[in-house]
């Protein structure tokens, strides 16, 4: 079984930064796409970041220029480092990974088959 658990949500005042870490645990292997995802209150679970097991990276429009996603693979661990942070960014993190390198319809959340439990990010203004 796969297992991920995420870790480094807060509270943070506005312009503040936060780094969210999700640690795999399981049949994970490097070569498996990894990704973010955020749900606030009364909306949809939406996608924020995506890294392949090349470390080519995506990011919805939103939070590109202030997020970064990482990998480090021999710790079985991605990360989302979140800068410049907007009350518009409170929300549940979950981070999840599917086992395909090229995961066409990354930016839905149907497409992937593993998931944490996610970990509360609150911006105050």
């Known amino acids: 079984q796969v297992q991920l658990v995420e870790s480094g949500g807060g509270l943070v005042q506005a312009g503040g930064s936060l780094r969210l870490s999700c640690v795999a645990s399981?049949?994970?292997?490097?070569?498996?796409?990894m990704g973010w995802f955020r749900q606030a209150p009364g909306k949809e679970r939406e996608f924020v970041a995506r890294i392949s097991w090349n470390g080519n990276t995506y990011y919805t429009d939103s939070v590109n220029g202030r997020f970064t996603i990482s990998r480090d693979n021999a710790k079985n661990t991605v990360y989302l480092q979140m800068n410049s942070l907007e009350p518009e960014d409170t929300a549940v993190y979950f981070c999840a990974a599917d086992p395909a390198r090229y995961l066409a319809a990354y930016r839905n959340s149907d497409a992937w088959d593993y998931w944490g439990q996610g970990t509360q990010v609150t911006v105050s203004s």
């Open positions: 399981g049949r994970i292997f490097s070569t498996w796409t």
